[in-house]
């Protein structure tokens, strides 16, 4: 093409390897202006509007949207661009592990229902699904925040206190990374029953099994059954086994439908000596809710809806208490500690985020933000923020 030689729209869409209607596009949107008009008015454009074509092109082709693009042309600023750029690579990453979740989902469906299924099954499989990849998402978010801290599941595991011969039953195992991010530290002669449904994170840990099981302690097996524990026949199969000396039931009552009904098989199958471990049943520790009763405190925010999710929460306690003790002679509430460390002034949204999912209330959070983001980044500047979140645990025993 010669220095000033002038393209039609339909050249340089030719040229670009787009259509006609997209040169269009971007000349409304104030992307692509032509450089003169013919003497019929028709769009001419130059070989600089040519390298514009090309860079929007590219920038969409990475996820970029047209508004974007707008303001990327305009802004040529080489800093602004590298800023660009990473936050661009954290937002299509965010996007692909959106996509990779429903992949995963589709093919529980199918796995679940022998791939014959109807709307009603795909309708409660993707809620289960749903659920399954909220709790690692959550534990991503955690990981996050707890680098400086003890791995979660390493803490776990060093709170269940796995000795040598114990007998386990591990319900709802789901990934399980309190076995995979303990393998190696299992004791000698721990026999492990670990149930889960098919086409859940448990698929995964198959695998797992199988690839690492000669790293295990002598005589230790983990066994993985891909049963559905809302069903007799399930517990009818478990109760015919030798009595285990420790149940582990972590972060999966919530799925299961006749809560009572699953704490009473479980106390059936529980050893006289051994123990239950529960969580995720009424018994959220108050150190989280101390940490923002200070804040807002200090901050001049009133804390009635701290007060009411408190009372909630209390609420659900004692009703929670009230089913335990009819299998359960000792009921012991335990404390594992655990702290989030939110550092830099781009982690203040993070901190809303948090402060969403204990209070339940979105409006309540945006009406206050602006006194709480004047709060943190005041504190973000000076080092970092640490909020408690421990994790609550029922330890029940005969």
Not at 110 to 123: H, I, M
């Amino acid at each position: 093409m010669k220095e000033n030689e002038k393209m039609t729209s339909g050249e340089i869409a030719k040229k670009a390897g787009v259509s006609q209607k997209a040169i269009r596009l971007y000349d409304e949107k104030g992307l692509l202006k032509p450089s003169e008009y013919s003497e019929g008015n028709y769009r001419l454009y130059d070989k600089e509007a040519l390298l514009v074509l090309e860079k929007i092109i590219a920038l969409k082709q990475i996820g970029y949207s047209l508004e974007e693009i707008k303001d990327h042309i305009l802004n040529d600023n080489s800093e602004d661009i590298l800023a660009s750029l990473n936050n661009q690579i954290e937002l299509m990453e965010a996007k692909r592990y959106e996509l990779e979740k429903s992949v995963t989902r589709i093919k529980a469906v199918l796995a679940r229902t022998d791939g014959e299924p109807d709307w009603d099954d795909v309708s409660d499989i993707l809620k289960s699904m749903q659920v399954d990849q909220n709790k690692d998402s959550g534990h991503f978010f955690a990981l996050d925040h707890t680098k400086d801290d003890i791995d979660w599941y390493v803490k776990l595991y060093r709170y269940v206190e796995v000795n040598k011969g114990e007998r386990v039953l591990d319900l709802g195992c789901g990934f399980s990374k309190i076995w995979r991010n303990n393998w190696k530290d299992i004791p000698e002669d721990v026999k492990v029953d670990a149930y889960d449904i098919p086409g859940s994170w448990a698929d995964d840990f198959d695998k797992f099994i199988e690839s690492n099981k000669n790293d295990l302690a002598k005589n230790t097996e983990i066994d993985l059954k891909f049963e559905n524990l809302e069903e007799e026949a399930t517990w009818q199969g478990i109760e015919k086994n030798e009595k285990y000396s420790m149940i582990l039931a972590h972060y999966m009552i919530d799925d299961i439908k006749d809560k009572e009904s699953f704490i009473a098989h479980a106390a059936a199958v529980l050893d006289d000596n051994g123990y239950f471990s529960l969580n995720a049943y009424g018994n959220v520790p108050m150190t989280h809710f101390d940490f923002w009763y200070e804040v807002f405190n200090e901050v001049g925010i009133k804390t009635n809806v701290i007060d009411a999710v408190v009372k909630e929460e209390q609420k659900v306690h004692d009703e929670c208490v009230s089913v335990l003790s009819k299998y359960f002679e000792k009921i012991d509430e335990r404390i594992v500690p655990c702290t989030f460390t939110f550092s830099g002034i781009d982690d203040v949204e993070n901190i809303f985020v948090d402060l969403e999912k204990l209070l339940r209330d979105k409006k309540f959070v945006e009406d206050n933000k602006a006194k709480l983001q004047e709060y943190f980044e005041k504190k973000l500047v000076d080092g970092k923020v640490k909020i408690p979140h421990d994790g609550g645990f029922w330890r029940l025993s005969h």
